[in-house]
């Protein structure tokens, strides 16, 4: 069974120049242990597509399973205890909290799901990072780059079985990107889903599967409808 299962999504904006269709019939199928990287250009949708796959944004059709489960069908509680054991999500702006230093936004998580180990992990983390030298700084002393590093400390802690990645090298350089897509890579081998998104083909090409997107669609599935599949050959 897929780990995150997206069928026939779509969405749409009210916007001051009429309605925006951001999702138009979108569908997916992730496995376990996959990194997918869905490739497409500014505007396109790809951050609605993340928060509709990652239950902060009700689509207005269509289903979204993960691991089975419709986190819409879920009370908002219930919802975000979900999100939270199950989710990490590295956003395009951080969301970083800005009075909190680099150990306790990593940390932070561990309110809505408290363990043991929360804090071994959160310095585990902040070194696998290279942010050890800043772990008291909050994140307006800090880079970027700096902060995108953190964000995707506080989105592995929990341990979730899915991350969910926008544009997570945006801001930073070669090294450091390596040092995320390396992560990305190494969360999905060992057996997490891994969805990024990313106007960049350069990016997208650390992932093992990728899908372009283009106004609210998945090409695939553009390319599906206009070709019709080939008759089977006969012998
Ligand atoms: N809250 C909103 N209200 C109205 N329109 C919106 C809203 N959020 C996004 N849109 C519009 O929906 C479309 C898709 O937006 P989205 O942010 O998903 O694109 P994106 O692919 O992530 O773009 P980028 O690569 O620039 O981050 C765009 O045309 C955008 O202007
Ligand atoms: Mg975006």
């Known amino acids: 069974m897929s780990m995150l299962g997206i069928r ?32 497409g250009p500014s505007g396109c949708g790809k951050t609605t597509l993340l928060l509709t796959a990652g239950g902060l944004l009700d689509p207005d059709d269509g289903d979204v399973a993960i691991d089975g ?33 680099v150990i306790d936004n990593v940390l932070a998580p561990s309110l809505a799901l408290p363990s043991r180990d929360a804090l071994e992990r959160t310095m585990e983390l902040i070194e696998r990072f290279g942010m050890t030298g800043r772990a008291h ?21 929990n341990r979730p079985r899915m ?19 390396g992560s990305l890579a190494e969360f999905a081998a060992e057996g997490g ?25 998945l090409l695939d599935d553009v390319k599906a409808v206009r070709e019709p599949p080939l008759p089977p050959t006969a012998g």
């Open 8 to 39: 026939n999504l779509g969405k749409t904006y009210s916007g001051p120049d009429g309605p925006v269709r951001a999702l138009d019939g979108l569908s997916m199928q992730v496995s376990a242990g996959e990194f997918v990287a869905v490739q």
């Open 69 to 101: 489960t419709n986190p819409y069908g879920l009370s908002p509680e219930k919802r975000a205890c979900f999100r939270a054991a199950e989710i990490g999500f590295v956003f395009q702006q951080f969301h970083l909290i800005p009075y909190l230093n």
């Open 137 to 157: 700084h909050v994140p307006s002393e800090l880079s970027t780059g700096e902060r995108q590093r953190v964000a995707l400390a506080r989105a592995l802690l």
């Open 163 to 181: 991350l969910l990645a926008d544009e997570p090298t945006g801001n930073l350089d070669s090294v450091n990107s390596q040092t995320v897509l």
């Open 193 to 217: 889903v891994v969805l990024l998104v990313t106007h960049d083909v350069e990016t997208a090409g650390a992932a093992g599967r990728i899908v372009q997107m283009d106004s609210g669609k």
